[in-house]
């Protein structure tokens, strides 16, 4: 059993934490949303991929050249 | 101290969630969201949605910063005068620092995400129009000079400019018209409010054109600005974003408008009083139906353009 009564003040900084933490989670929701809309508008990936660190023989420009052996 | 008085400074202190957010001016910002969403919306040019409602968020945001940001500045006046004595800063709910705070910062934070959701053209007339409202306006010619409302209906103005930029990513005949449409109308719709809400402005010591130049200069004052507004609102409709709606509504509510305005110019004060300044009263409402029946009357001339009923000009 409690003795302690919240004050009114408790309730009011409630609200308010409520409102903060609600608006950082629409920043977020925010932030994630133009993330996938930009991403997306870039159109399809194998316009704009690179590679990425790692050697990707299809990216090639002419891939023929370096695989015909030599007479 | 005893718990009587810690209970009571707490009360007048502590502010709530809402009395942040009434710092951003939540009324005003009803208006600048809606022509800032139609300055978007009939743009030639679309937008993915979510950027648009991206768009439209960072404008209502900056909006609300330089509300705040009036606020702080104003917060002496706003004291004295009944309309705003409410307020989160006189009534000693926010401190004038927390408003400054918070105004400086969603004013950096709506300009940069306005540039990186949009563009810079957009980004620059948000960042513009905040400056202009909080400096131009507030802390240099509202206390300065009669034509305050003129220069501050130049910042209320802006937000269909920057729609039309978040779409378009620049400035065209199109825009500007929007643009001229509000700031015509701001001056006759404040000043028939100044001239029945007389005291307000008198307590506060804003040189308002009523108390400056007298009444009979405002109700001329409001004549002209209303007849140099009639051709500039008709001319939008030959324009890419008019329409035969448009043009209708133009047309109608300007005569109205023209003749609420010269029937106010007729009246003098003895007149106004006897009937509690009705005619005022009337031109005032009509003048908020005036600016929604605009945008409103663009929006479906949209509407009917995507529709595919083919472009009026």
């Known amino acids: 059993m409690s003795f302690h009564k919240d004050h009114e003040l408790h309730g009011r900084r409630f609200g308010r934490n409520i409102g903060v933490g609600l608006l950082l989670g629409g920043f977020i929701a925010i932030v994630f949303g133009l993330t996938v809309v930009k991403v997306l508008q870039l159109g399809e990936a194998n316009k704009f991929e690179r590679f990425d660190h790692v050697a990707r023989p299809q990216l090639e420009p002419n891939p023929t050249l370096t695989t015909e052996p030599s007479e | 101290m005893t718990d009587v008085s810690f209970q009571d400074a707490t009360e007048r202190l502590e502010a709530g969630f809402g009395d942040y957010f009434a710092l951003l001016k939540p009324r005003v910002m009803s208006l600048v969201v809606f022509t800032a969403f139609v300055g978007l919306l009939v743009a030639p040019v679309p937008v993915h949605p979510f950027i648009g409602f991206i768009g439209i968020l960072c404008i209502a945001v900056g909006a609300g910063a330089s509300g705040a940001l009036n606020m702080w500045w104003d917060a002496d006046i706003d004291a004295v005068m009944k309309r705003t004595a409410r307020r989160p800063i006189p009534a000693g709910k926010v401190q004038p620092g927390e408003a400054l705070g918070i105004g400086l910062t969603l004013s950096v934070f709506s300009v940069i995400l306005l540039w990186l959701a949009t563009n810079a053209m957009a980004a620059f007339l948000l960042a513009f129009t905040i400056f202009f409202y909080a400096v131009v306006y507030s802390m240099w010619l509202k206390r300065a000079t009669p034509q305050n409302i003129v220069i501050g209906g130049a910042a209320g103005a802006f937000p269909p400019i920057v729609g039309w930029a978040v779409a378009t990513g620049g400035i065209s005949v199109e825009s500007v018209l929007m643009f001229v449409v509000i700031f015509m109308w701001t001056p006759p719709h404040f000043w028939a409010l100044a001239l029945f809400m007389k005291s307000d402005y008198d307590d506060a010591g804003v040189p308002m054109l009523t108390v400056t130049h007298g009444r009979k200069s405002t109700r001329k004052h409001i004549l002209v600005y209303a007849a140099l507004l009639a051709p500039v609102a008709v001319a939008l409709a030959f324009t890419s974003v008019g ?43 009509f003048s908020l139906l005036y600016l929604f029946g605009h945008f409103g009357a663009l929006v479906v001339d949209a509407v009917f353009r995507n529709a595919g009923f083919g472009a009026w000009v």
Request: without cysteine; glycine residues 4%.
């Open chain 2, 243 to 285: 329409g035969p709606v448009y043009l209708v509504t133009a047309l109608a509510m300007n005569v109205w408008f023209v003749k609420g305005s010269y029937d106010i110019w007729r009246r003098d004060e003895t007149q106004a009083e006897a009937d509690n300044y009705l005619t005022e009263k009337k031109v005032f409402k």
